[in-house]
């Protein structure tokens, strides 16, 4: 594709020196577009350029010098800003395209022409770009943005990089969303969704570091993956690719590592997304593993995670669930036992606190066994082993035990009486009501 010399400039517009050159003379290809022009205007602009010209015309007798620019920043579209900027002729600078235009320019060394006055903006593209973007862009939230997503392509990302202006843009958007933390504390959600997934993840790690609110961060993240890709709902249906795969991990790995900071019931919904996606055993455990350590703030609804095995598997995980229980009950023992050797009536107070967590997720645990043992796929062993999962004394009753096991052998009568005795050992007679044995 062609752009003549008069699709870039308007000839009479053309600078009066070139009165004895009026034929294009260089031929430079950016992309898939060709651009004729002049010598002296690019050899008086761009350093790099001009020796370009000068090594080329050394070598070749022919009247028009020809060259293509590799991995140009910006492509065709910043070059032809570049062009009007050599001619003299005026251009508009915008949030979208300075930062293109600054690595181009740095990209053709235009910051070091023996006749221009560096402190001018009239005859320095660099320095009339850079105080645009110091004096708009780092100043507004929209202008930073736009910005950011100028950056998509990786030949100007790389550039800005080594410049400093990603940096600048990420800290200008962090500062304003901590700054406006207290008003709405959601506001900015929507605005980063524009960002690719690998800005967006250096946004939050800006944040981290700031000290921004980490639920505040959770939640962001949270908004972003829905609106990145809907189809990570674990309720939706929907083709699962690679790209999907790699996308859950990212979003899991930028989750604040602070407890509490993301709510159970979304972490066990990645979780499910997680396993339908067959993705890394390493974010699988993260999950299982933040998922443990909060896990009195679930529901039961929250903890029925789907089983996405054979058809003649159980419909809920329960290995799955059985380990994250694991993870809980480790934590909690442990914090219990460390608070015992303290000796203090605060540390009895904390351990009673950690006990009673534990009783609820046992009540819970209780609920959910109740809940899956009419599925006729579910195997004894998966039943007993989310069942003992609970320590013993955790439960302050053992009805909820007792019906959940009267269930699961009613819609299981084929198991032998042995194995029914294996259940029933499970149970602490002492803790069962009245009521309870009645039923």
């Known amino acids: 594709m062609s752009l003549a010399m008069e699709n870039v400039i308007s000839q009479e517009n053309v600078n009066r020196k070139l009165t004895t050159e009026l034929l294009p003379n260089v031929l430079i290809m950016v992309g898939d577009y060709m651009f004729m022009m002049h010598k002296s205007c690019l050899a008086n602009k761009s350093a790099y350029l001009r020796k370009f010209i000068e090594e080329r015309s050394n070598e070749e007798n022919d009247l028009v010098c020809a060259f ?58 660099i320095f009339k770009a850079k105080k645009f973007l110091s004096g708009i862009v780092f100043s507004n939230w929209k202008e930073s943005i736009e ?55 250096r946004l939050i790690e800006v944040l981290g570091e700031m000290g921004h609110d980490p639920v505040n961060i959770s939640n962001a993240i949270a908004y972003y993956a829905n609106e990145y890709n809907p189809g990570l709902d674990p309720n939706s249906s929907g083709i699962w690719s690679v790209e999907e795969r790699k996308l859950h991990e990212q979003i899991v790995g930028m989750l604040p590592v602070q407890k509490g900071a993301t709510s159970t019931k979304y972490l066990l919904s990645m979780l499910s997304v997680g396993i339908m996606l067959n993705a890394n055993v390493r974010y699988i455990q993260s999950l299982e593993r933040k998922i443990g350590a909060q896990l009195d703030e679930a529901t039961l609804e929250d903890l029925l995670v789907p089983n996405f095995g054979d058809e003649q598997d ?54 959910y066994l109740a ?38 052998i009613k819609h299981h009568p084929w198991i032998l009486n042995q194995e029914k005795q294996r259940l029933y050992q499970l149970l602490d007679l002492e803790k069962l009501s009245r009521d309870a044995c009645r039923e």
């Open 68 to 125: 293509t620019l590799h991995d140009f920043p910006g492509g065709a579209r910043t070059f032809q800003i570049i062009a009007k900027f050599c001619y003299g002729q005026k251009f508009e600078l915008t949030s979208s395209n300075v930062v293109p235009i600054i690595c181009a320019a740095y990209y053709l060394n235009m910051n070091m022409m023996e006749d221009d006055d560096t402190t001018s903006s009239k005859f320095n593209l």
């Open 147 to 201: 910005a950011l997503i100028s950056c998509d392509h990786e030949d100007v990302l790389n550039q800005a990089d080594e410049l400093g202006i990603v940096s600048r843009c990420l800290q200008s958007l962090a500062y304003k969303v901590t700054y406006h933390e207290s008003i709405y504390p959601d506001w900015w959600y929507e605005d980063v969704c524009s960002l690719n997934l690998s800005l967006f993840k």
């Open 314 to 367: 159980a419909t809920f995980d329960i290995t799955c669930l059985t380990r994250i229980i694991e993870n809980f009950v480790e934590e909690n023992m442990l914090a219990i036992e460390l608070l015992y050797y303290s000796h203090d009536n605060k540390s009895l107070e904390g351990s009673d606190l950690l006990l009673a967590k534990i009783a609820a997720v046992a009540t819970i645990v209780d609920q």
């Open 371 to 408: 809940k899956v043992a009419i599925d006729s796929n579910l195997k004894l062993e998966e039943f007993r082993s989310l069942a003992c999962v609970i320590p013993d004394g955790a439960r302050p009753s053992h009805d909820g035990l007792y019906r959940a096991i009267c269930t699961y």
